[in-house]
């Protein structure tokens, strides 16, 4: 039998969500050890090695119509980065990789830099200065490019932090505000 299960914590529990229709029916039974959550049914088994202890007092489970949801309680409030304890399996050694992944990255990403052309070559210059700026230029430049409806892109924050970014279109056209 092919059942899911799936989990989330809080800082004091861990649930366990087991998707078997009804669950009762098929005689479902749930042991929590220490380390260990073991459940079985008529034909399933889930059988978990945890990752961190849970207090087996003050743990649960209950069968709902479409699931059996198992309550941990969590042996300390720390965060779980898995359910599982997963097993450590010795392996050979990986030969070592002479190639430089960064410097080829970079390559590419000079290679796409040469090949753009008008738009998306300023497009892409104004990505690369704001993800390589500081917090304050990039608000600069949301700021600006916001309050002007796209007409003025600044990265000084001292000027345009203390005013209104005004529309300045380019030359030869004019602003007009859209008609509601």
Do not use: C
Not at 7 to 31: F, G, H, M, P, R
Request: proline share 4%.
């Amino acid at each position: 039998m092919s059942v899911r299960h799936d989990w989330y914590q809080s800082e004091t529990k861990v649930v366990i969500t087991v998707l078997l229709k009804n669950a009762a029916d098929k005689n479902y039974s749930v042991e929590i050890s220490e380390n260990r959550v073991h459940m079985t049914a008529d034909g399933y088994e889930l059988d978990l090695k945890l990752l961190h202890p849970v207090v087996v007092e003050r743990s649960s489970h209950k069968a709902f119509p479409s699931k059996v949801e198992i309550t941990l309680a969590k042996e300390t409030g720390i965060r779980w980065e898995n359910l599982e304890e997963k097993a450590v399996v010795a392996a050979a050694p990986k030969p070592q990789s002479k190639t430089n992944w960064d410097q080829l990255v970079s390559e590419e990403e000079k290679i796409d830099e040469k090949e753009a052309k008008g738009e998306t070559a300023l497009n892409n210059l104004f990505k690369k200065i704001y993800s390589t700026s500081s917090p304050e230029v990039q608000k600069a430049m949301n700021k600006s490019f916001s309050e002007s409806g796209g007409t003025v892109l600044s990265t000084n924050w001292s000027e345009v932090g203390k005013e209104k970014v005004t529309v300045k279109p380019p030359d030869g056209t004019e602003f007009r505000e859209w008609e509601k």
